[in-house]
Every structure is written in C-alpha cells, then in structure tokens.
Nanobody
Framework: QVRPVQSGGGSVQAGGSLTLSCTTS????????MGWFRQAPGKEREGVAV????????LYADSVKGRFTISRNNANNTLYLQMNSLKPEDTAMYYC???????????????????WGQGTQVTVSS
C-alpha cells in the first residue's frame, strides 16, 4: 500500500510562490503516475499536473502552464509542485494522487488514482 503525506501550502499574495510536497511510503515500486489535483469550494476536483514515473513525462492543465512545475525525487520518494505567479483563482485545496496501474482514461480523471494525500490548503489573496 502506498501512503502519500503532503506538506507545504499556506497563504500568499498574488504573484507569490509556494511549493507543495508529497512524500510516499509503503510499496512505491509499482507507481505508474503521480499527480496534483485541486478542488475549490463548490467546484469539481481538477487535475493540475501529472508526472509519469517510467519516463518522467509531464503534463499540465492549461490554466497552470508556464507557472507550475511538477517534479519528483526518487531518492526520497517525494513529489513536488512548484507554484509561481500565483493568482487568486489558484485558491483551492490541493491533493497529491498516485496511480499504481496504467489506464486509458485521461490523466485528469480522478478515478484512475488509487491513493490520495490528505490535502493542503493554498490561499492566494489579491
């Protein structure tokens, strides 16, 4: 079983930066992809970024391209999300997610991820 534990987040003014971390423990060798999602009040959970563990290929939501960077450190089993030029519309609860099997579904489908972090709040003020 994979157990993701998140850290980071907080409050920042527009234009600022934050970094989220997600450290996984347990049986991590079967990880297929790792992603970041966010959910604002009253909205659906949306995919922010994903990284595929086999080749480190990354994909981003259009809304964060050029501002957010997803990366991972294999040595300490940690996933990161570097968020720059933050906007008030980035305010949400952010979740890391781990998929241990491949899927034909799009990476933005929360249903393909079988392990989730506990969530961390990001608040961007104008």
């Amino acid at each position: 079983q994979v157990r993701p534990v998140q850290s980071g987040g907080g409050s920042v003014q527009a234009g600022g930066s934050l970094t989220l971390s997600c450290t996984t423990s347990g049986y991590t060798h079967s990880t297929y992809s790792m992603g970041w999602f966010r959910q604002a009040p009253g909205k659906e959970r949306e995919g922010v970024a994903v990284i595929y563990t086999a080749d480190n290929r990354v994909l981003y939501a259009d809304s964060v391209k050029g501002r957010f960077t997803i990366s991972r450190n294999n040595a300490n089993n940690t996933l990161y999300l570097q968020m720059n030029s933050l906007k008030p519309e980035d305010t949400a609860m952010y979740y890391c997610a781990v998929a241990t099997i491949s899927s034909i579904q799009r990476w933005t489908n929360p249903g393909i991820y079988n392990y989730w972090g506990q969530g961390t709040q990001v608040t961007v003020s104008s």
